[in-house]
């Protein structure tokens, strides 16, 4: 049934399925992370018990998110030893320690504290919960490190030395192999990505509920804070990805050869094509529109710059391009739109309009899943735009692949995308059930059931519990009230 299909093919369709759907969780809960260390943060420094709504509602969502990150990523790393066994073994002595240290950093920090941090509001001091929570956000932070640094150095390799048998060695230096040349740009830029994703869903989930009840404090704290992201952190992002193509264009440069649908040279100025449809049969992008020179502009800083093409790379060397170049202006278009909407966001504040405004709403709301299409769109132009090769212009992807029969692949392939589709589908499906209902005073939290499972339930303090195990007696829900909030 599946002879007619290649290993290599399955196996790389494969893994990219599965890092994709692992992606959109990471994506989400590194932001979420940092948003829930910010709210309780400005519940502790201001008393008012609208910050820690906010915090219970979004701690139930990220519960449930970074479950699913952490699942999906433990499955995804069998591939390595399953269908990428030669890679492994070529590149483990490199690749091996880096994703150890991200073991024994980040995980054991985010699961030393997720506890405290889920659970232990009750039964720990504030400052205590709230170290907790930084902690948590720092881990996420820490986790995409060592992730990012192995892919980086997969893209620009530095550090190493070839031993006898093939295999790739650390240097004399560590350093060189943890900040390879790409790391920086690559690091700020997802990093970024993962903030304005989060923040996105945080003000599509505020757009949402504003349009049902625009009277709704805790959906305008909400919707406040997410368009001051999009709006003071859209612009750093799109400086950061410029920095980042530049990089690109040093050590990869067909890739952005491929980004640009640049089949030719162009000796007298480059132009930046703004739609097309690559052929990489003829060679050729029908249908172009494009703005002269000015890819060059961007990319050299010169009107006139020369830009080389792929005709100057050898034909077995060269990415697919119409991937790559779709998925680049995908990635691009989503973040001016994001930059577009922030720009919006500041005028309606200006007018004072930022809670009634309904247009503006209805596009927020539109815009709430844009991030996950973006950051997917970019690794999609990041990982296809390195083929063919697997350890950049050093091993070949269809080197790196393990001995297997495609009927193999295919079958785990299926059995991957049916229980992904069940199983995430479902907790998607919760997760946006929990969006669904707006955030009110006194929140219900993330509690252990008596049988053990995580559930979401109710913790409203007594007059003589003390739920900040500070001894002061006094219950959170007495806490003062501000339902508008500050620099509203």
């Known amino acids: 049934m599946f002879d007619n299909f290649d290993a290599l093919v399955l196996a790389r369709i494969q893994f990219a399925f599965t890092v994709s759907f692992h992606f959109i969780f990471p994506a989400f809960s590194i932001g979420l992370a940092s948003f829930l260390a910010v709210l309780e943060g400005l519940w502790l420094k201001t008393g008012k018990s609208l910050y820690l709504d906010l915090f219970k509602y979004w701690l139930k969502i990220f519960a449930i998110a970074f479950a699913m990150g952490v699942v999906s990523g433990i499955v995804m790393s069998y591939q390595f030893g399953t269908n990428w066994s030669v890679y492994s073994d070529r590149a483990g002595p490199v690749i091996g320690p880096l994703m150890a240290y991200e073991v024994l950093t980040a995980f054991f920090l985010e699961a030393g504290f997720l506890g405290v941090m889920l659970f232990g509001m009750e039964r720990v001091g504030r400052k205590l919960h709230f170290a907790a929570t930084c902690m948590v956000a720092f881990g996420t932070f820490i986790s995409a490190f060592w992730i990012l640094s192995v892919n980086s150095w997969m893209q620009t390799p530095t550090g190493f030395e070839m031993g006898a048998n093939g295999q790739f060695l650390p240097g004399a230096s560590w350093w060189d192999i943890v900040f390879n040349p790409s790391f920086p740009y690559r690091l700020v830029h997802t990093v970024i ?30 919707f406040s804070m997410a368009m001051w992201m999009a709006a003071l952190v859209a612009p750093v992002q799109i400086f950061a990805g410029d920095m980042h193509g530049l990089n690109t264009m040093e050590h990869q440069p067909q890739k952005v050869m491929a980004m640009e649908g640049h089949y030719e040279s162009h ?69 001016f739109a994001m930059l577009g909407l922030g720009l919006w966001s500041l005028f309606a504040r200006y007018r004072k309009r930022l809670y009634d405004w309904k247009p503006l709403h209805r596009a927020a709301l539109v815009m709430a899943p844009s991030g996950f299409v973006a950051v997917i769109a970019g690794w999609v132009t990041t990982e296809v735009g390195r083929q063919p090769y697997v350890i950049y212009n050093l091993m070949r992807t269809s080197e790196a692949a393990s001995p297997l029969d495609a009927p193999a692949v295919a079958t785990s392939l299926l059995a991957f995308v049916i229980v992904y589709l069940t199983v995430f589908s479902a907790g998607a499906w919760y997760i946006l059930h929990l969006m669904k209902d707006a955030p009110h005073a006194h929140e219900e939290g993330v509690k252990r059931g008596d049988d053990g499972p995580i559930r979401s339930a109710g913790f409203t303090p007594g007059p003589t519990q003390d739920p900040t195990g500070e001894g002061h007696g006094e219950a959170i ?12």
């Open 267 to 335: 000796p007298d100025g480059a132009p930046l094509y703004i739609f097309g449809i690559p052929d990489d049969e003829t060679r050729t992008l029908d249908y172009a529109i494009g703005i002269p020179k000015l890819s060059s502009l961007i990319l050299k800083h010169s009107l006139d710059a020369p830009l080389a093409g792929l005709d100057t790379i050898p034909d077995d060397e060269q990415p697919p391009v119409a991937i790559v170049f779709w998925s680049f202006r995908i990635m691009v278009g989503i973040g």
């Open 477 to 488: 829900a007495d806490q003062p009230r501000h339902p508008q909030g500050d620099g509203e």
């Open 193 to 222: 990505a993962a903030y304005l994703t989060t923040a996105f869903v945080v003000g599509g989930v505020g757009a949402w509920h504003l349009l049902k009840d625009r009277t709704n404090a805790h959906a305008r704290k909400m």
